[in-house]
């Protein structure tokens, strides 16, 4: 292996001890060697497992990859470079020209863009529908109608999709159910146990939980829909780098404790801003205001997730008051993060509709999205209370 003229350029391998990293070590290689054609033989045709080129797979995207299949209860999920990389996998690997797509109308931006722009140039129809209203999804469908995605619980007005009722719709007229778990995680919902057939991730999210991942994850219940979204993965190059997936079988170390810990938080955020002054309404599954309260508790127990959003009263001066009260809170457009963070909607995610299209969704300028994160409860809630009354004194 040692090359001590010099004239090989080789890296040198790393010594092997008698003992073992506790951690899993990072592969960045983008290539990796065989020892002879019989031995790839072997390896392309199945009869020895190994690694060939890192765009194919490499073992710290294995590894995420089988903490997130057991998480989700499935077997031969991929990891994607995005939960972009996920949604695209699914839509343009298992696609054709010809077929009709519906998708929840308040889906993630970049899917709604996705859904409106890109696959109608592609020659694929697509419709958007209120997924917590099985009639309107039902006089959505057409008879080339392949696929229904849905995220759980909507952003930012957190409304909650009837799974059940779509799982049986899809059933009935063999339609896929795709179900956007980002921000329910398998945690608080699992939707292959609700009838799901295939599931996607924003792994950059809760379940990194750093903000310092950009990974997606997708499976599905079928071997050969798995085998589909692989191939077409590698293929479009959608799939990860070893670093992301290294950081983020890190983050996943710790995920049941930092989601469990946000959420207990969230409820206690949600009836804390329930009392202000200056607080019009709030949002949170698991209260009793909630406009889908019984089917937030028939999907998710008591589980309410991390996300709370309210609206202030005094529109965007209200708004502006309140980011620069918010003292030690990010003003930043993510989720999942151990730091709670700050949306604002009308001028981040939601800016692109008009201001009628927006009132709809009921997005005011005084409207806000908190992902809570890991502070200390009380001092979280003292910080968000203080820049209420903040933004009701301009
Ligand atoms: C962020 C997000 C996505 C996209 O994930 P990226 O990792 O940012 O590409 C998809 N769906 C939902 C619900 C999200 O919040």
């Known amino acids: 292996m040692r090359n001590s003229k010099g004239s090989l350029i080789r890296p040198m391998p790393l010594p092997q001890g008698a003992s073992t990293p506790v951690v899993t070590p990072l592969s960045p290689s983008v290539v990796y060697a065989s020892e002879t054609p019989d031995a790839l033989d072997d390896q392309y045709e199945g009869r020895v497992h190994g690694y060939t080129y890192s765009r194919e797979g490499h073992p710290n995207a294995d590894v995420v990859a089988a903490r997130l299949d057991a998480m989700e209860g499935v077997t031969g999920g991929i990891v994607t470079g995005s939960g972009m990389g996920a949604v695209t996998a699914v839509l343009l690997g298992l696609l054709r020209a010809g077929d009709h797509v519906i998708g929840g109308n308040q889906l993630y931006g970049r899917s709604l863009r996705m859904m409106k722009e890109d696959l109608p140039r592609l020659g694929i129809e697509t419709s958007l529908a209120d997924p917590g209203d099985i009639d309107a999804m039902r006089a959505a469908l057409r008879p080339e109608t392949r696929m229904i995605l849905v995220e759980v619980v909507s ?229 968000i209370a203080q820049a209420v009354a903040a933004s009701q004194q301009v």
């Not at 009836?271 to 209260?287: E, K, Q, S």
Request: with cysteine; net charge negative.
């Open 155 to 383: 952003n930012p007005t957190l409304r909650v999709a009837d799974i059940a009722g779509l799982a049986a719709l899809c059933q009935e007229k063999g339609v896929l159910l795709v179900v956007d778990n980002t921000f329910t995680t398998p945690r608080a919902f699992r939707p292959f146990d609700h009838g799901a057939d295939i599931v996607l991730h924003s792994v950059t999210k809760l379940l990194a939980g750093h903000s310092d991942v950009m990974l997606g994850w997708v499976g599905a219940r079928d071997r050969d829909l798995n085998d589909k979204l692989r191939v077409f993965a590698v293929t479009a190059g959608l799939t990860a780098s070893p670093f992301d997936c290294w950081l983020a079988e890190r983050g996943l170390l710790s995920f049941d404790l930092r989601f469990d810990r946000a959420q207990q938080t969230a409820q206690a955020l949600a009836d804390h801003l329930a009392g202000l002054t200056g607080v019009l309404r709030v949002l949170y599954p698991m209260r009793d205001d909630h406009p889908d309260q019984t089917l937030a508790r028939s999907l998710l127990g008591d589980q309410g997730c991390n996300m709370v959003s309210f609206e202030l009263a005094g529109g965007r001066a209200a708004a502006n008051a309140f980011t620069r009260a918010a003292d030690g809170l990010s003003f930043a457009p993510t989720l999942g993060d151990v730091g709670t963070t700050l949306s604002h909607p009308a001028s981040s995610s939601h800016r692109a509709l008009s201001v009628d299209e927006r009132a709809a969704l009921g997005l005011s300028e005084g409207f806000f999205r908190v992902s809570v994160g890991l502070e200390d409860q009380g001092a979280l809630l003292d910080v």
